[in-house]
């Protein structure tokens, strides 16, 4: 292992809300994070937020929201009525300037409303959850919505391929037999957004069985990267899936391939590191003994006297320049972490098989609310990012500038609980339409989907 290289880049920015202060302590390597973007264009945000009369959205004075969708709805296709716990999601370009947005839906055993069955596109007949597809035209209205894979289970995020699909990720290690499921899950599932006939509903084993959060595809090789979001000790380890079939395209990963997991020398917990640039060179990949975990689940499994590296809260993954990034929301050490933090964005780099921490994320003492934590990230248009909240207290999406401020771009309303007792819905899903001009992001619970347009930068 080399020695860490520490960064000399301390940022610490609070973003103003509004009527409510949401402080984040923001400090990374920002020319890291953002390698390969667009360049920003100097805003530092939208101002304060501006309450929804119609409490729902509150947002930047300028923008607008329309919803697309909420739980409960009938689809437009009729096959049943809009599914609950919409969570990751993502944008694809269709013929005449359309658009088709895929959203997950984070569906347990015990789920409210089940993505309904469909001929052809259910896997499990007693799993919950799944996917559903919205088509707008080139005026943003929508003019269709229908199922898109059915019969999996806790769908929680995912990431799109570079030919233009979907991969789903089920959060879950559940066997056949366990809540009442027919098939084994904790797989991946392709889904194609205008046509998910062409896909049906076939798990992708050979990428693994285990609690997937979110994938990114490395253009140049087709590698595609893996969080594991374990809620337990040992937690979730990182991994990648190298294809068989390299060159990519519908279906081309059901040609199998082999998965490895990353070890970082000398480090078994990433929440053991602290400062941001710390750079780790030699990363080390050792494939997985038996991806599908038919005794073991993966991260129990033996690699070797060298261990393997794990962290708590494995997250976010997107691809970005040439390197993948991944998001660790939190690390709590009651829990059985090494180490306490409030976010980490790791940057790995393939080409020097180089990882580094470039992003924390914390609360600012004394106006912070309770539990911020990054969840759902993706590359904003003109440059920068944004982050889903998924912690205590009002939810936010942030932005992140290339130089480090951090801003609202939303807040959600409480529309779980009472006056007396708030509760808000997490946000999740956020990504922007192929041409840049409407970002949509989806309300957890209840199940809304939104999509924001206004003066973006």
Not at 95 to 108: A, C, D, Q, S
Not at 142 to 153: C, D, L, M, Q
Not at 324 to 330: A, D, G, K, P, R
Request: charged fraction near 20%; charge should be neutral.
């Amino acid at each position: 292992m080399s020695a860490p290289r520490l960064s000399a880049t301390r940022r610490q920015v609070l973003a103003a809300t509004g009527a409510t202060a949401a402080g984040i302590t923001f400090t990374g390597a920002l020319g890291e994070l953002f390698a390969g973007t667009a360049a920003a264009r100097g805003h530092t945000g939208y101002g304060p937020l501006v309450p929804d009369p119609k409490g729902l959205l509150d947002l930047p004075k300028g923008f607008r929201y329309r919803v697309l969708s909420r739980e409960g709805d009938r689809l437009r296709s009729g096959e049943g009525r809009v599914p609950s716990n919409h969570d990751g999601m993502a944008a694809f370009a269709g013929r005449r300037g359309h658009t088709h947005l895929v959203r997950n839906h984070e569906n347990r055993h015990d789920g409210r409303i089940p993505v309904p069955t469909a001929r052809g596109l259910t896997y499990d007949p007693e799993g919950k959850g799944g996917c559903t597809a919205i088509e707008l035209d080139a005026r943003g209205r929508v003019v269709g919505e229908r199922v898109a894979v059915a019969g999996t289970a806790v769908n929680c995020a995912g990431g799109p391929t570079p030919w233009g699909t979907w991969l789903t990720c089920e959060e879950t290690e559940d066997r056949a037999g366990v809540n009442g499921y027919t098939k084994d899950h904790g797989f991946v599932f392709e889904v194609h957004p205008g046509d998910p006939l062409r896909t049906g509903a076939v798990p992708l084993t050979a990428m693994g069985r285990f609690q997937h959060e979110a994938v990114a595809v490395d253009p140049h090789t087709g590698v595609v990267y893996e969080t594991e979001d374990a809620f337990d000790k040992p937690f979730g380890l990182f991994y990648r899936f190298l294809p068989n079939r390299p060159r990519g395209g519908t279906g081309s990963l059901r040609a199998g391939g082999r998965l490895e997991a990353m070890r970082v020398p000398g480090v078994p917990d990433l929440s053991a590191v602290r400062e941001t640039g710390a750079v780790f060179d030699r990363i080390e990949w050792v494939e997985v003994p038996d991806p599908l975990a038919r005794q073991t689940p993966v991260r129990f499994q033996d690699f070797g006297a060298g261990g393997i590296t794990h962290a708590q809260k494995l997250e976010g993954c997107y691809w970005g320049g040439r390197s993948v990034y991944f998001v660790s929301s939190y690390a709590r050490a009651r829990e059985g972490s090494a180490a306490d933090h409030f976010g980490q964005v790791w940057r790995y780099d393939p080409d020097r098989r180089r990882l580094t921490l470039v992003v924390v994320f914390g609360p600012d003492t004394g106006v912070a609310l309770p539990g911020e934590s990054p969840d759902n990230i993706c590359l904003a248009p003109g440059g920068g990012l944004m982050v889903c909240e998924d912690g205590g207290g009002a939810q936010h999406v942030f932005g992140v500038t290339r130089r480090g401020e951090v801003y609202a771009m939303a807040r959600g309303a409480n529309n779980i609980g009472t006056p007396e007792e708030p509760e808000w819905g997490e946000f999740a899903g956020v990504t922007f339409a192929p041409d840049g001009d409407t970002m949509f992001v989806n309300c957890y619970t209840p199940g809304t989907t939104f999509a924001v347009t206004g003066p973006f930068a």
